[in-house]
């Protein structure tokens, strides 16, 4: 154990900001509680499969086994504090990851031994790469029957493109698995059974030329890449120590390569290196660009010093016993109890009651936060997730963390008149806490509609109404965000909007051509989704700010299609000429030709019904593979490929989201419990047979 300091005052150089990024069950939570564990934070090692995790501490975290919210935690090594988020591996809780790589600067990335890259591997790898946060990889469950670092390291190689450069070699396999080979320091740690830590020593003699040929491959790797480490690999033939542990770090910090790192946390093998490669090779708040906002127009930076303005984002919001808690990164200056700060959104103030290191459920209250923290915050208010915290002498507006549309919907009703106002109060307080979940009142039927992100993700919620409310909730059957496209334009649609009574009147005259958008100028997956709107108009016919106003009238008319009253997408709208009155041509007028033209013009369209589609990734025995496959096709599936590892075959399929609703149970009465799926988001697709012509 490198130390065992709790709360120690570390300058900025010494603080790392990291996620746990993973699949379900590849082991997230179970690194979380072995760094825990190693660090001294907690002196018993919680178990995922007995429910004593610290980070999976909310009831339904323990039930289901799986992690839901993410949770911070806070642990010392090596002199460095860490700042460690563990976040959900089910795709129904993207955004909660989403949400938690925006205020990170580096990442673990955890891979199961046995299946590599699997399909919310890739997609939390892509997340990461889109907030540029450096990685590095921990190939997990080495002691597993089947488990094989290399094919692991191929399928990283393959699926998710960086350059992995292995710094570990197993010692044993499967159920041997002791320990493993430092190729920097070619030395051996080996875990004894029943060993809280690592015996080093000499590498075995039947690994020797192993690790000298794989210490061979990581420096050729490495050269290819580091001009530093290419110069002196041609100079001497070899890498020193140093050079690699320096080009290591440099590579993983500009997502070049990824450093990957084995072993098995359930077993307590491999983490102490682990912790060692966090504080080697990922960054600290000073090695990542300054933060960058924005105050009247004009963009600005701030500086991860403690002496800077305050600025700061909220990113997590929860309710507890204790009071209201926002979860914040303090990206610059220092805040302290009694403070107060502006919400640079709302421009209101806010004064800071507590401030709180976070253990989970669990806190310890501090006295200040500085530059490069990640807190907790009690007493403030009204602010929500992606509200930015700052100097009201200074203010800095930060961009919040991107939102998903929902793609599910429930409707949800108190069984007693009596409780609908709590319930309201409820599904508001939920909506706060999780952006990604929308509650909104149908204007057909007067249904409180609670859209998310799938089915999971909605029962998860209504469950955690009636568990902290004590609240009897009926729920309807699931529903899914239809869109509906152009399948066949119009030209030439002539809108002419006339309104006179009494006054100045209304006068807008506009010529629509409507076509469906080319995949070319699409901004989605699968069925071509977005916007586009032009102007050809010449001799200024329509003046410009006239052009405007019918492209936000155009914008108005999508809320609402003509086959269902869905949102419509997928269409690019040119105007092509128009006229006005010298007196009463207005943007009102405008504005509103644009809106009814294009409403006009879609009823004239052939239109076409699009439903959102998942990708799927179905496990199972070999013996059952039909009886699966029969049952997609069913669903309206699209087989795309087929796998057999093992005595598993892997199926990915392309499967409607409205027919996946109950697919769990019925792929566990088909397969005796013993077959698994994931589902992600891959767009919208046409529904077949659904297209209008008017």
């Known amino acids: 154990m490198r130390s065992n300091v709790s709360n120690i005052a570390n300058p900025l150089t010494a603080v790392r900001n990291l996620g746990i990024l993973a699949h379900v069950d590849a082991g997230k939570t179970t690194v979380t509680e072995r760094f825990l564990y190693a660090t001294g ?65 580096g990442a673990i990335a955890v891979f199961d031994a046995v299946a590599g890259v699997e399909p919310q591997s890739e997609s939390v790898w892509r997340q990461a790469d889109r907030h540029g946060v450096p990685r590095i990889a921990f190939v997990n469950k080495l002691d597993r029957a089947g488990a094989d670092l290399d094919t692991a390291v191929e399928s990283i190689r393959q699926r998710l493109h960086p350059a992995p450069l292995v710094v570990q070699s197993p010692i044993g396999t499967e159920d041997g698995f002791v320990g493993v080979v430092d190729l920097l320091r070619m030395k051996a740690l080996v875990w004894a059974d029943g060993s809280e830590a690592a015996e080093e020593g000499p590498v075995p003699d039947d690994l020797r030329d192993e690790a000298g040929r794989r210490r061979r491959r990581l420096e050729e790797a490495v050269a290819e890449l580091h001009p530093a480490a290419l110069e002196e690999f041609c100079a001497q033939g070899t890498l020193s120590a140093g050079t690699l542990a320096a080009a290591l770090r440099d590579l993983t910090r500009t997502g070049e390569g990824v450093v990957v790192l084995c072993g098995s946390a359930y077993r307590n093998r491999g983490i102490e290196p682990l912790l060692d490669a966090v504080v080697a090779y990922l960054p600290s708040p000073l090695d990542v660009p300054a933060v960058r906002g924005t105050h009247d127009g004009t963009e600005q930076e701030r500086a991860a010093e403690a002496e800077a303005p ?72 009204s602010a929500r997730v992606g509200t930015t915290l700052c100097d009201p002498a200074a203010p800095l507006l930060l961009e919040p963390p991107s939102v998903a549309d929902p ?116 901004d989605g997956d699968g069925a071509a989704t977005g916007f586009v709107f032009r102007s050809t108009v010449v ?84 013996d059952a593979v039909g009886g699966v496959l029969g049952d997609l096709a069913a669903r309206r599936g699209r087989v ?42 891959a767009g919208y697709a046409a529904v077949p047979g659904a297209v209008a012509v008017r």
Request: hydrophobic share 40%.
């Open 41 to 105: 934070t907690t002196h018993k090692r919680g178990e995922v499969h007995d429910g004593t995790t610290v980070t999976d501490f909310d009831p339904q975290e323990r039930d289901r086994g799986i992690t839901i919210f993410a949770a911070a935690v806070s642990c010392a090594w090596d002199g460095h504090r860490i700042n460690l988020i563990d976040t959900p591996g089910h795709v129904d809780f993207a955004d909660e990851v989403e949400r938690s790589l925006r205020v990170l600067d």
């Open 407 to 522: 793609v599910v919907s429930v409707a949800v009703e108190a069984r007693r008149s009596t409780d609908t106002d709590r319930l309201a109060t409820a599904l508001a307080r939920l909506a706060e806490e999780d952006p990604s979940l929308v509650v909104r009142t149908d204007p057909e039927t007067g249904q409180t509609l609670l859209s998310g992100m799938g089915e999971l993700h909605l029962e998860v919620a209504v469950e955690k109404v009636r568990q902290s409310q004590g609240l009897d909730v009926a729920v309807g059957r699931p529903r899914v965000a239809y869109r509906e496209t152009v399948v066949q334009g119009v030209s030439g649609l002539v809108f002419r909007h006339v309104k006179q009574d009494g006054g100045a009147g209304q006068f807008a005259h506009v010529v629509l051509d409507v076509a469906p958008l080319p995949p070319s100028e699409a």
């Open 310 to 381: 305050v600025a700061a984002l909220a990113f997590k919001v929860s309710a507890t016993a204790t009071g209201r808690l926002t979860y914040v990164r303090l990206y610059s200056g220092t805040i302290r109890k009694g403070d107060t700060v502006l919400d640079a959104g709302t421009r209101r103030t806010e004064r800071i009651g507590r401030i709180l290191r976070v253990q989970a459920d669990r806190h310890a209250e501090l006295e200040r936060a500085v530059a490069g923290d990640i807190v907790a915050v009690v007493g403030l208010k």
């Open 539 to 622: 001799g200024g016919r329509v003046p410009q700010e006239y052009v405007r106003a019918v492209e936000a009238g155009c914008r108005d008319a999508l809320a609402e299609g003509p086959l269902g009253g869905h949102p419509v997408t997928g269409l690019s709208v040119t105007l092509t000429d128009g006229a006005t009155h010298s007196k009463d041509s207005s943007e009102m007028a405008f504005r509103t030709a644009g809106r009814l033209g294009l409403r006009e013009a879609m009823r004239a369209a052939v239109m076409g019904l699009l439903e959102p589609v998942a990708d799927v990734t179905v496990t199972v025995p070999a």
């Open 640 to 681: 795309t490929d087929s796998v057999t590892r093992g005595g598993s075959v892997v199926v990915t399929a392309s499967v409607p989201l409205v027919e996946l609703f109950g697919y769990a149970t019925r792929l566990r009465s088909r397969t005796q419990g013993r077959g698994t799926f994931t589902a992600r988001p």
